[in-house]
């Protein structure tokens, strides 16, 4: 799959590799600074029993996100 789609989209267990993260927001500023850069791989690990937050698996870190925050990073998933 060569089209970006937002992390929030991504299935539990799936990688995928960062394509773009917006400028601007505080939370995505935060997340550049541990790594979570366009060209990472990433494994979405799980979601919350109410879908938020989400689990993902960044350089062998394990990191909570908001759904918020998944929604705006977009990804290329892994066939």
Do not use: C, W, Y
């Not at 773009?20 to 979601?47: D, F, K, N, S, Y």
């Not at 698996?57 to 996100?65: A, C, D, N, Y």
């Amino acid at each position: 799959m060569t089209d970006t789609s937002k992390l929030s989209d991504l299935a539990t267990g799936n990688f995928a590799t960062i394509a773009a993260l917006p400028h601007g927001a505080p939370g995505l500023t935060r997340l550049r600074e541990m790594g979570v850069l366009p060209g990472t791989r990433i494994q979405l690990i799980r979601r919350a029993p109410l879908g938020d937050p989400i689990e993902i698996s960044v350089r062998g870190s394990l990191l909570s996100i908001r759904q918020q925050e998944a929604e705006l990073i977009e990804v290329r998933a892994e066939d």
